[in-house]
């Protein structure tokens, strides 16, 4: 039933639907990632760092998604090979740079940074290099499987993963995989120093 209503609601309602989802599970990104990460070191999540997370997802990214993968599908249509990779192409070498100038300009400019292209000038390279690991092959996937009206809100999806990394490394890491990966390998050899100490 709550998948029949929520299907339903999207037909009716997509560019509403699809942005709240986007936005929702973008937030959610950044909420899983201080969870894990705050609570292991005893200290409480900064509900207002996922508010301003929330805020750039729904002003901008959930907006962007939703028009540029509609204007990706007139541009290019159909499931083609070429049609799709053409997509992917498009969408990594146009869509992905505006994404994450705007994620770190947006949060700089929320969090009253002084120099609010400072993330940007940091980060922005490492950023999109690790985004080509993760994102063609989501956009790929969207564009094969995916029907046009829920393509923002898969994306949103795939976007809970990503909104872990890029989040994590707007607060402390460079914008690479290997910072994150070396964070998370980290917080497993602590898990188990604790864990033998008990």
Known sequence: MAGALLRGG????????????YGSLFAAGDAAQQLWRRRRRGQPPDWAQTRRVALVALAFHGNFSYVWLRALERALPGRRPPAVLGKVLCDQLLGAPVAVLAFYTGMSILQRKEDIFSDCKKKFWNTYKTGLMYWPFVQLSNFLLVPVYLRTAYTGLCGFVWASFICFSQQSGDGTA????????????????????K
């Open 10 to 21: 999207v037909r009716r309602f997509p560019w509403l639907c699809n942005v709240l989802l």
């Open 178 to 197: 290997k910072s994150a990966l070396m964070w998370l390998q980290r917080e497993k050899v602590n898990a188990d120093e604790e864990s033998s100490e």
